[in-house]
Every structure is written in C-alpha cells, then in structure tokens.
C-alpha cells in the first residue's frame, strides 16, 4: 500500500510562485500532480517518471515536476501563477511500470493524496 501526503498549498497573488511537496512511502513508478477547481472535472497537468516529464499545455512553461528519488518526495513549482490554476492539488501514483511518457490521465493511477488547497487572487 502507498499513502501520499501533500504540503505546500497557499494563497499567493496573481504572478507569484509556489512549490508542492508529495511524501510517498512505498515503491512507486510514475507519478503525477493533479488539480481539481469547483464545478470542473479533475485535470492532470504534469507527470514524471525517471527523466521523462509531460505537462499539460495549461501549465507548460509555468510549472516544473520534480522528484527526489531519494526521499521519495514529489514537487511541484509552480510560477507565474494565474487566477485560473486556482485549485485542489493532488498527488497520484502507480506501481505499474510505464509504457511510453508517464500517464497523466486519473484512471491510470492508483494511490491519491489528500489534497492541497491553491488559491490564486488577481
């Protein structure tokens, strides 16, 4: 069993940054951050596994995933923040080995952290 526990959430304005942290205990191989704003379907805007990254074209450019393999922690900087990225955070994993760029859809993945709450003002 894995369980992932996210930090990092806040309240910034419009154009500045933060950074999400996803502490995974247990083996896993892809991971991934989601988001989910009221009244909208859960969105996957960046995934990692090994060297290989994928990013959703809403974040390119803007946010970065990482992960330290040695602590098992997954991060998220986020720049430039808009209004519109305002959001539930979530961290997801798997323990399947991937075929191709890590998956950034919901259904591939089985572990889910809480949550982090990021609310961008303009």
């Known amino acids: 069993q894995v369980q992932l526990v996210e930090s990092g959430g806040g309240s910034v304005e419009a154009g500045g940054f933060l950074t999400l942290s996803c502490a995974a205990s247990?083996?896993?191989?892809?991971m991934a951050w989601f988001r989910q704003a009221p009244g909208k379907e859960r969105e996957g805007i960046a995934s990692?596994?090994?060297?290989?990254?994928r990013y959703a074209d809403s974040v390119k450019g803007r946010f970065t995933i990482s992960k330290d393999n040695a602590k098992n922690t997954l991060f998220l900087q986020m720049t430039n923040l808009k209004p519109e990225d305002t959001a539930m955070y979530y961290c997801?994993?798997?323990?399947?080995?991937?075929?191709?760029?890590?998956?950034?859809?919901?259904?591939?993945?089985?572990?889910w952290g809480q949550g982090t709450q990021v609310t961008v003002s303009s």
């Open positions: 990692i596994y090994a060297d290989t990254t």
């Open positions: 247990g083996y896993v191989y892809s």
């Open positions: 997801a994993a798997n323990r399947n080995f991937p075929i191709g760029p890590p998956p950034i859809d919901a259904s591939r993945y089985n572990y």
